[in-house]
Nanobody, 122 residues
Framework: QVQLVESGGGLVQAGGSLRLSCEAS????????MRWFRQAPGKQRELVAA????????????YYADSVKGRFTISRDNAKNSVHLQMNSLIPEDTAVYYC???????????WGQGTQVTVSS
């Protein structure tokens, strides 16, 4: 069973930065995609950023929601079995619980972390 553990959330003023981390219980090379979602109270969970890679090629594709383009950066650290979300120029609308998500190349199972709270004050 794959475990995903998020960390790095907290309270920050508008304009500040936070770096979220998601540590997996096994090599992230087994995942074809890892993603960050967020969900604010009373709102739908939305995709924030994604990183997708291929085991057969060196291609890596990143995706960002329009609302965070230019402010957020997703990255991976294979040696530490982790993915990160660097969040800069934070605004109150970024306030939400942020969840790490992963799917393997095989198996068809979705894996979710427990979430980490991000609160941006004005």
């Amino acid at each position: 069973q794959v475990q995903l553990v998020e960390s790095g959330g907290g309270l920050v003023q508008a304009g500040g930065s936070l770096r979220l981390s998601c540590e997996a219980s096994e090599s992230i090379s087994s995942f074809y995609t890892m993603r960050w979602f967020r969900q604010a109270p009373g709102k739908q969970r939305e995709l924030v950023a994604a990183i997708t890679s291929s085991r057969s090629t060196s291609d890596i594709t990143n995706y960002y929601a329009d609302s965070v383009k230019g402010r957020f950066t997703i990255s991976r650290d294979n040696a530490k079995n982790s993915v990160h979300l660097q969040m800069n120029s934070l605004i109150p609308e970024d306030t939400a619980v942020y969840y790490c998500y992963a799917r393997k190349f095989t198996g068809g199972t979705d894996y979710w972390g427990q979430g980490t709270q991000v609160t941006v004050s004005s």
